[in-house]
């Protein structure tokens, strides 16, 4: 009888221990637009051009521009309306 409790006790405990694993991982992690952005960022890494660049960008999916305060390539943006040119050597 002693051994069949001791069955059951731990029987419960692993079912607890496997419930409260499964509620764990069952719980999704949400990052924020900041963090996404970010990381697209650093996993695309920052590709330089020459040529006529612009001053001002507005975000555009899809395209991509040459900014001229970096001198590189801003995926997912294009030129402001009202931006000024200039030239990236």
Do not use: H, R
Not at 14 to 24: H, S
Not at 25 to 47: F, M, P, R, Y
Request: contains cysteine.
């Amino acid at each position: 009888m002693g051994k069949k409790i001791i069955g059951v006790i731990a029987f419960a405990a692993i079912a607890v221990a496997a419930g409260w694993n499964y509620q764990q991982n069952k719980q999704n992690v949400e990052l924020s637009d900041l963090a996404l952005a970010n990381i697209e960022a650093l996993a695309s890494g920052e590709e330089s051009g020459t040529g006529k660049c612009y001053n001002s960008i507005t975000t555009q999916p899809g395209s991509k521009i040459l900014y001229c305060s970096t001198c590189t390539y801003i995926a997912d943006s294009t030129n402001s309306w009202f931006s000024g040119t200039g030239e990236c050597n």
